[in-house]
């Protein structure tokens, strides 16, 4: 088996999930590659603390990713840092001929964006992925075999979203998410978009037109915890758009994308529903192993529950039938680029992760729903190209 060795710029709340999903690598049954943590950076001692107690094969931390990228023993590069640092480090990764899993939004905006886009053509001898964990669930692996070998039919209505309700308390305090020089102007978008996008993109779906409509819920927060003084919230807390998607198999059909960050009752629900005139299906996080499928042949509409329980698109050793969680996500997300950076290719169209060009569409959406909410219109959106493999 082939060791692909990392460092993490970043060691916060992802840097730690990554961290832990190669922990458990023996989790996973013949992989062909597996990553060993062997250089971490963060500005914060105490971030890279945990890594240090947890991580033995750690030989390097650095609170300079560039000493980090100048490392010859680092093979490719996780970076799990805020989004105005994406632009920068994410183009010095790949510079320095750093293989890279890169957090969305993968650029603070659109020309951040395409900045790193240009940085990635550049260098083609690099391997570029996006993080979206979510559509790993089997469930979701199942819809992706059934849009693959073309089971829909002509696709009625789309909806994708993600529903959190980590904003609700308007007492909690202000962080780097929720101000716009960190965060970005997309707001919510930039946190949650990717996820909701990585579906419709991946089906081949593209965008024509968005209409939106954002929501700022909370204006202040308080500037830490417990204290008295409030601070200006200042980013999109809501995002609800309506896009006009075009399926190249034929039609075109309306997407409705909602990512909330108050989303009262939900508290990290991913979700994903296609209508279509052969099969519709349904998931939702909220129940992980169940996927809802209908099937329609002229007679009676019957939604069918499947129990798609541990039956992971990259085996383990866990059996079929038990359930299957958020960890889990991440670790078959991992095995996803371990597996195409080391052989060049995946099990399946759903298997891979998110790439470059299906980030710049993502991207493209964000930014026409920016320009739709201050017009009050829908307004175009560039579709870009068509899917690779
Ligand atoms: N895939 C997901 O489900 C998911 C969930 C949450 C966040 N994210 C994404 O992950 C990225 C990081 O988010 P997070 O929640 O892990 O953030 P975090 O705040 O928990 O961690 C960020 C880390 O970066 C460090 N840092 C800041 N500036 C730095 C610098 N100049 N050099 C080195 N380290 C620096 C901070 O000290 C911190 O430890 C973002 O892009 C975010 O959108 C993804």
């Given at each position: 088996m082939k060791t692909i060795r990392f460092g993490i710029i970043g060691c916060g709340l992802m840097g730690r999930e990554f961290a832990s999903a190669a922990a458990r690598w023996c989790h996973l049954v013949d992989p062909p590659a597996r990553p060993?943590?062997?250089?971490?950076?963060?500005?914060?001692?105490?971030a890279m603390d945990w890594f240090a107690r947890n991580f033995p094969s750690v030989a390097q931390r650095t609170d300079d990713y560039r000493r980090l990228l100048a490392n010859g023993q680092v093979d490719a590069v996780y970076v799990a840092l805020p989004h105005h640092l994406h632009r920068q480090v994410y183009l010095d990764v790949i510079a320095a001929g750093k293989h890279l899993m890169g957090?969305?939004?993968?650029?603070?905006?659109?020309?951040?964006?395409?900045?790193?886009?240009?940085?990635?053509?550049?260098?083609?001898d690099v391997f570029v992925r996006c993080v979206s964990?979510?559509?790993?669930?089997p469930a979701v692996q199942r819809i992706?075999?059934?849009?693959?070998s073309g089971q829909f039919g002509r696709i009625i209505g789309v909806s994708?979203?993600?529903l959190h309700s980590s904003d609700l308390d308007a007492d909690k305090p202000i962080n780097w998410k929720r101000q716009v020089d960190t965060n970005g102007v997309y707001g919510v978008m930039a946190d949650l978009g990717m996820h909701a996008c990585h579906v419709p993109l991946r089906a081949g779906w593209r965008p024509r037109t968005v209409s939106?409509?954002?929501?700022?819920?909370?204006?202040?927060?308080?500037?830490?915890?417990?204290?008295a003084q409030r601070v200006p919230c200042e980013t999109w807390d809501n995002a609800?758009?309506?896009?006009?998607?075009?399926?190249?198999?034929?039609?075109?059909?309306?997407?409705?994308?909602?990512t909330w960050r108050i989303a009262p009752g939900h508290?990290?629900?991913?979700?994903?529903?296609?209508?279509?005139?052969?099969?519709s299906v349904r998931f939702d996080t909220r129940s992980p192993g169940s996927l809802q499928v209908m099937r329609y042949d002229g007679g009676e509409q019957n939604w069918q529950t499947i129990e798609a329980g541990f039956e992971t698109t990259y085996p383990t050793i866990t059996g079929s039938i038990f359930e299957f969680g958020f960890t889990d996500a991440v670790q078959q997300m991992w095995a996803a680029f371990t597996c195409e950076l080391a052989t060049g290719r995946t099990p399946g169209l759903f298997a891979g992760c998110v790439r470059p060009e299906e980030v710049a569409i993502s991207h493209r959406i964000f930014d026409a729903a920016l320009r739709s909410a201050a017009a009050g219109m829908p307004v175009d959106c560039a579709p870009g190209g068509p899917p690779g493999r």
């Open positions: 060993q943590i062997v250089a971490v950076c963060d500005t914060s001692d105490r957090e969305k939004p993968f650029g603070i905006d659109l020309a951040a964006n395409s900045e790193i886009n240009r940085g990635i053509e550049a260098r083609p964990q979510f559509p790993f669930f992706g075999r059934m849009i693959e994708s979203g993600f939106a409509v954002l929501s700022k819920l909370v204006p202040t927060r308080p500037a830490s915890k417990g204290s609800t758009l309506l896009i006009d998607a075009v399926d190249p198999a034929g039609g075109s059909f309306p997407w409705t994308l909602r508290r990290n629900a991913w979700y994903v529903e296609i209508l279509a005139d052969r099969t």
